[in-house]
């Protein structure tokens, strides 16, 4: 069965950084396109980030750009998002995603909570 | 792209039959996505390309349109279909959700 487990959220200080960390299981990870989908609190979804199965093309939306970075380590079958210089915006969950392609998620993690405040 | 979805709340009994709208500010083709995401839950794919349904999704569940105007007909509500639904367009980069329509089955 697939399984996507994110670890790594947490409070935050404005300014500060995390490092979120997704462990994938039950499937060929470096065959699928994975990404960070974030929800804020009572509101909807909004992707962030979007690395392809090979790691060499990555998006991000305009909102993230310059502060995180997503990776993946194939060899551990594991996505990262590092998120620097925090705002308090960026507080929401952030959930794991695998994509059937660009854009199509599959399967989702549970989510890490990630909270931005002094 | 924005994606507007209407009604952004529907209250209807089991059996009923609801139609979900989302239009697209921009013609986004066939690259339409459609997701259930119940309270406390992470979102569950239901329909990709406006009209194929993921693996597991029950047959009331169905996708249709094209371009900018795309729907999500539940044929018969059953209660576990209480949920918020979000569309999200695939087309271009950043992908972008709407705001959710919330069903209550009464």
């Known amino acids: 069965e697939d399984q996507l487990l994110e670890s790594g959220g947490g409070l935050v200080q404005p300014g500060g950084s995390l490092r979120l960390s997704c462990a994938a299981s039950?499937?060929?990870?470096?065959?699928?396109?994975m990404g960070w989908v974030r929800q804020a609190p009572e509101k909807g979804l909004e992707w962030v980030s979007i690395?392809?199965?090979?790691?060499?093309?990555?998006y991000y939306v305009d909102s993230v750009k310059g502060r995180f970075t997503i990776s993946r380590d194939n060899s551990k079958n594991t996505l990262y998002l590092q998120m620097n210089s925090l705002r308090a915006e960026d507080t929401a969950i952030y959930y794991c995603?695998?994509?059937?392609?660009?854009?199509?998620?599959?399967?989702w993690g549970q989510g890490t909570v990630v909270t931005v405040s002094s | 792209t924005v994606l507007t979805q209407s009604p952004a709340t529907l209250s209807l009994s089991p059996g009923e039959r609801a139609t979900l709208s989302c239009r697209a500010s921009h013609n986004i083709g066939s690259h339409l996505v459609w997701y259930q995401q119940k309270s406390g839950q992470p979102p569950r794919l239901l329909i990709y390309?406006?009209?194929n349904r993921a693996t597991g999704i029950p047959g009331r569940f169905s996708g249709s349109g094209s371009g900018t105007d795309f729907t999500l007909t539940i044929s018969s509500l059953e209660p576990e279909d209480s949920a918020v639904y979000y569309c999200?367009?695939?087309?271009?980069?950043?992908?972008?959700f709407g705001q959710g329509t919330n069903l209550e089955i009464k």
């Open positions: 690395i392809s199965g090979g790691g060499g093309s990555m």
């Open positions: 039950g499937f060929n990870f470096s065959n699928y396109v």
């Open positions: 995603a695998k994509g059937r392609n660009f854009g199509v998620v599959i399967i």
């Open positions: 999200q367009q695939r087309r271009n980069w950043p992908y972008t």
């Open positions: 390309d406006a009209s």
